[in-house]
Every structure is written in C-alpha cells, then in structure tokens.
C-alpha cells in the first residue's frame, strides 16, 4: 500500500465485513519522538486466538472467495519496515482492535495521502455504521462522531450531496487547522 489513508480504508473495510457496525479510527501523531499510530477498532465478529495470530500472515485469510489476504499482513510489514511495531488483538462476538506504529522519519514509511478523503468516503458510503474519527497531531485534536451528527442532522442522510460535503469540507479544514496549530507552534 502506498499510503496510510489506503492501510486504514482496507481495516475499516475488514471491520465492516465483519458485521461492525461501530468503528473507531484514531491516528495519533507525535513530533517529539516521530512516531504515528493509526488504531482501527470495531465490534463486529471478532476473531479466535488463533485466528487472530494467524491474521497478518499473507497466506491466511477467513474468505472463501480467495485464497490470501493481504491487508494486514502489508500493514504490519510496512510498519515494522519503518522500525515501528504491529499489533492485533480480537475476541469472538466482541470485536477487535488493530494497531500500528510508524516511525515517520524512516526511508520507508509511506506518505499519510488522503486522509480527508479517505474519512469522508467511509462515512458517507456506509450510512448504517457509526464512525468515531479522531486525529491528534502533538495534542492538537479533531474528533467527529457519525453517531452525534446523525442526531444533530435529524434523519438527514450523509450521503445527502450538501451534507456529504460539508462532511468533507469539515475533516479536510480541522485537518488543515491542526498542522496549520502545530506548525505555528514550532516557529513561536
């Protein structure tokens, strides 16, 4: 995968695939020891301990319609490239919870793309599954809960093409907002 926003729409589209129907996105971003951490959890099926330490081995997968999966295994492998770390922990009927650490200043770390877009799209495609998106850059934080705006917004659907993007607009501005903080931060 060639960006972060490609990494977190593939395990958000894992944790829909697996019954979620609420889905946590948190990246967390620190200058001061130049790490990144993207955590995608979900309470959707859930995995065995098994399956679970089997997860990020490419030649495993729980589909039927092929025979490799190979989502995980490249997040963890781009991770670990980069000198970070991998984590993955489930439980059946409970969920579960994916974890990476990058080490941002490392040759291979891919670029962060589209997060935005990358949002945007899986709120705005998967109506019925409440999204939790929280970005923290140095302490620095955007926070948007589906689950909050869909009762603010009455019923009104976010695919709607005025809310769809506001939507956008609102992550790619809060997004700006916080490098725009923290750069402002470092030169003062």
């Known amino acids: 995968m060639k960006s972060i926003a490609y ?8 944790a829909i695939q697996a019954e979620g129907t609420e889905v946590a996105i948190f990246i967390e971003e620190f200058d001061s020891n130049g790490t990144l951490w993207i955590i995608i959890t979900d309470n959707g099926k859930g995995m065995t301990k098994d399956h679970a330490e089997h997860a990020s081995d490419p030649y495993f997968t729980s589909r039927n319609t092929r025979k490799v999966g190979m989502g995980l295994p490249l997040l963890r492998q781009n991770a670990e490239r980069t000198g970070g770390d991998f984590e993955i922990e489930s439980e059946v009927g409970k969920g579960t919870s994916v974890k990476a650490l990058f080490v941002k200043d490392n040759i291979d770390c891919p670029s962060k793309g589209d997060i935005a877009g ?3 799209q899986l709120i705005t495609s998967n109506s019925a599954i409440d999204f939790n998106f ?3 850059k140095n302490g620095n934080k955007f926070e948007l809960n589906t689950k909050e705006l869909k009762e603010v917004l009455d019923g009104t659907p976010l695919y709607q093409k005025e809310i769809s ?3 956008r607009e609102m992550i790619e501005e809060n997004l700006k907002d916080i490098q725009a903080t923290d750069d402002f931060s470092y030169k003062t």
């Open 134 to 136: 929280c970005y923290n």
């Open 118 to 120: 990358t949002i945007h």
């Open 165 to 167: 993007g506001y939507i």
């Open 7 to 14: 990494h977190i729409l593939d395990i958000a589209q894992n």
